[in-house]
């Protein structure tokens, strides 16, 4: 016998609750929750969170009466001010390349390198280090630049008809 959504059901007598049930019940993010299961060894026994009642079909399920305590004691000792705050903030998962300040950086060094393939001819070894020493910043960024900059060169030397550089 089990509610709909399984995520809260009865097993041997007792309602049992999964870890989505828990986030919907306290408002904490999946992140949140599963940190309370990991580090629950290090708060005190009446704030650490319950250990898995029975695993049903791969899904951890919690005693619904140790977790409501849980619940009640983490408010009154902790309070409720940061759920929803854990992880990292959202995003593309790209990094800069969504703008800010180090795009904007990168972005400058890209045309310098850009500058220096043409005037050169294309690519030769040691630029990204001589970069570094007359512009600054270390050569692992000019390398990156290097690297995106020889990108675009090469694709418009492509589309231009004349010969690519060797690499």
């Not at 029975?54 to 305590?69: D, I, K, W």
Request: hydrophobic letters at 30%.
């Amino acid at each position: 016998m089990s509610e709909d959504g399984a995520s809260r059901r009865i097993h041997d007598g007792r309602w049992v609750v999964n870890r989505s049930w828990v986030m919907e019940h306290t408002g904490a993010s999946e992140a949140t929750v599963n940190r309370w299961y990991v580090q629950r060894d290090r708060y005190p026994e009446e704030r650490r969170f319950p250990e898995v009642a029975c695993t049903l079909n791969r899904t951890h399920y919690y005693a619904q009466e140790a977790v409501e305590a849980f619940w009640e004691a983490w408010k009154a000792d902790v309070g409720t001010g940061r759920l929803r705050a854990a992880g990292r903030r959202p995003g593309d998962g790209r990094g800069n390349q969504g703008g800010g300040p180090g795009r904007a950086q990168r972005d400058r060094a890209v045309a310098v390198v850009l500058a220096e393939l043409r005037q050169a001819g294309g690519y030769r070894r040691g630029m990204a280090a001589r970069l570094a020493r007359e512009h600054g910043g270390s050569e692992r960024s000019w390398q990156r630049a290097m690297l995106e900059a020889r990108t675009e060169y090469e694709h418009g030397q492509d589309q231009d008809g004349a010969p690519q550089s060797v690499l």
